[in-house]
């Protein structure tokens, strides 16, 4: 602005200069002039004078248009000094606003400041949850880095930068703060973060049981496999918070607070070489997103109320899962569920809602688990394409003797064992599978087994338990046990309402095992464990005859000379007050 001023007065000056200077000079030789004239020729006087004026008009009428711009340069000048004086008065107000900017900036220094050092006081609290020694070690580095850190913040109260370099350097102090406590916390066995003194750790295996444990540490180590951290407290799973492992082959999170919110719908995914994981005791409500490495998944008493076609996909290698202890029904599961299963071997669903068995069930399966339910009915044909099935447990159910459609198991030619214990049978059930092996009817209200029912097993039964039940000796009569005396090994009828021991018990060849403890039986007939005639020792290995109301001194000798170590047959305690 100041330039601008000095061109206007320059203006100004060199066109006044010349009308002021040129009339002096031309006015005395014009008057000399004009007085030589009126000396020569006085006559032409008046004329002269005339012709004076006129060029003093001329003159004049010159003159007065370079007054008129030495005036307009002067307007000028002074707009132009006004505009200057304006600008200073912007420019003085801009210097003010700088000043209460840098004031600001100022505090937003100060508040960085007050975050890193909240930052610092959080790394020193997750550093003292280590180990003694490695906390000593970390004070040192600790008052180090802070005192860094100081420096670093009065170097930047000097410097004098816009906001997006304070920025850019906020977030660089940031990065390195991170960068600082990665790096100088201290390592054990490859741990880029200190694992809780109360976890233990040992070859491949870190195992952190019940610790109260709030957060998943941070943990970087190829050679690390199992990891243990049931009954503690953990809520999330962030999506890479076992990223540092990744070899783990079996994980356990058990009784934990995890819901599925919790965990990341990637956390899983990472683990891909994941092959065994347990989820037991949380708050899951759906199956989360698991790896297609895993053979063995199990989610006991969580909240599952649904399976659906796609809980289960591409788990093409999984042979075990467990879901006790949930809120499932036939209803809640889709026909489509156990399609991906291809290869599952053992399939446990327990303690659920289950009124009868879901369909759909893999043809792989081998091992069905479904006790403790609500069952009251074994559907027709629902198990025909289990034909790898071997283990049936329908136990703690509602089933009763027409509760089994003729073809419930008839297609089933490698099922060997069925528990029906716990149940509300009064006969042993019809229409048995044929290869069975193993009868378990214990707890129930069986007071027969009717004539032939196990007759067309083959190659034959080898375990019958009958016992809590409400047997007497007229249960057992007749063809009862036909088609097992050859092959029956353990024969169970312990806690039932005997009076004597069964006559046809000395006609089995493989028998064992036989209990008949915990009945009414008064008396041990010579017939009735060995055959007269028997001339080698019976395959009878244990007898219990305890808690009876047998009077063990009146039993002869030859009731049990069939035995070969007298030692194995238990008589004693008996119900003393009630021997006949």
């Not at 609290?125 to 802070?146: A, Q, W």
């Not at 989360?288 to 998944?297: I, Q, R, T, V």
């Not at 068995?357 to 198990?383: F, K, T």
């Not at 229409?431 to 004539?451: E, G, K, M, Y």
């Amino acid at each position: 602005m100041q330039s601008v001023l000095l061109f206007w007065l320059c203006v100004a000056m060199c066109a006044g200069a010349p009308a002021v200077g040129a009339d002096p000079p031309h006015a005395p030789g014009e008057t000399a002039g004009n007085e030589a004239g009126n000396i020569t020729s006085a006559p032409t006087t008046a004329a002269a004078t005339t012709h004076s004026d006129e060029i003093l008009r001329e003159r004049r009428a010159d003159k007065s248009p370079r007054k008129s711009l030495f005036r307009r340069a002067v307007a000028d000048t002074q707009a132009a000094l006004g505009r200057s004086q304006a600008a200073l008065g912007r420019t003085q107000a801009a210097w003010v606003e700088l000043n209460a900017v840098m004031d600001r900036r100022g505090d937003v220094i100060s508040k960085l400041n007050m975050i890193l050092k909240k930052l610092i006081e959080e790394k020193n609290r997750l550093l003292d949850l280590g180990e003694e020694p490695l906390k000593r070690k970390k004070k040192d580095d600790s008052e180090d880095e802070d005192e860094e850190d100081e420096d670093d913040t009065e170097e930047e109260e000097d410097e004098d930068e816009g906001e997006e370099e304070e920025e850019a350097e906020g977030e660089e102090n940031e990065n390195e703060e991170n960068d600082g406590a990665n790096n100088s916390t201290a390592t054990r066995d490859g741990f880029t973060d200190l694992l809780p003194e109360e976890c233990q750790v040992g070859g491949a295996r870190i195992s952190c049981k019940e610790i109260d444990m709030s957060h998943l540490p941070i943990i970087t180590d190829l050679s690390i496999s199992i990891l243990e951290l049931p009954g503690n407290n953990l809520t999330m799973l962030p999506s890479r918070g076992l990223s540092g492992l990744p070899n783990l082959e079996e994980v356990d999170l058990s009784r934990n607070l995890l819901g599925d919110s919790s965990i990341s719908p990637s956390f899983f995914m990472n683990l891909t070489k994941l092959k065994r994981l347990t989820l037991d005791g949380n708050n899951l409500e759906e199956i989360p997103h698991l790896p297609p490495s895993l053979e063995e998944l199990r989610i006991n008493d969580n909240k599952i109320n649904q399976l659906l076609s796609h809980s289960f996909k591409g788990l093409s290698k999984l042979l075990v899962l467990e879901l006790t202890g949930n809120i499932l029904y036939e209803g809640s599961v889709d026909p489509w569920t156990f399609k991906p299963l291809i290869i599952l071997k053992r399939l446990r669903l327990d303690n659920n809602r289950f009124a009868s068995i879901p369909p759909g069930l893999p043809p792989s399966l081998e091992d069905l688990r479904m006790a403790h339910n609500q069952m009251v009915e074994v559907q027709d044909r629902v198990l025909n394409k289990s034909v790898h099935l071997r283990v049936l447990d329908l136990s703690y159910n509602l089933l009763h003797e027409n509760s089994f459609y003729p073809g419930a198991w008839i297609n089933l030619p490698m099922l060997e064992a069925l528990d029906l214990s716990y149940n509300q049978l009064s006969v042993v059930p019809s229409h048995l599978p044929t290869v069975l092996r193993q009868l378990s009817l214990q707890h129930n209200r069986i007071s027969a087994v009717p004539s032939y029912v196990l007759s067309h097993l083959r190659p034959g039964l080898q375990s019958l338990r009958l016992s809590n039940n409400q047997l007497q000796e007229h249960g057992l009569l007749g063809k009862a046990f036909r088609g097992a005396y050859h092959t029956l090994v353990e024969l169970l009828l312990d806690a039932n309402r005997l009076e004597r021991v069964p006559s046809n018990i000395r006609h089995f060849r493989s028998l064992q095992l036989l209990r008949l403890d915990h009945n009414q039986i008064s008396s041990v007939p010579v017939k009735s464990v060995c055959k007269v005639r028997m001339t080698g020792y019976s395959p009878l290995v244990a007898l219990h005859l305890e808690n009876n109301y047998i009077d063990v001194k009146r039993i002869r000798p030859a009731a049990l000379s069939c035995l070969q170590d007298r030692r194995r047959v238990v008589l004693e305690p008996q119900t003393h007050s009630e021997v006949l």
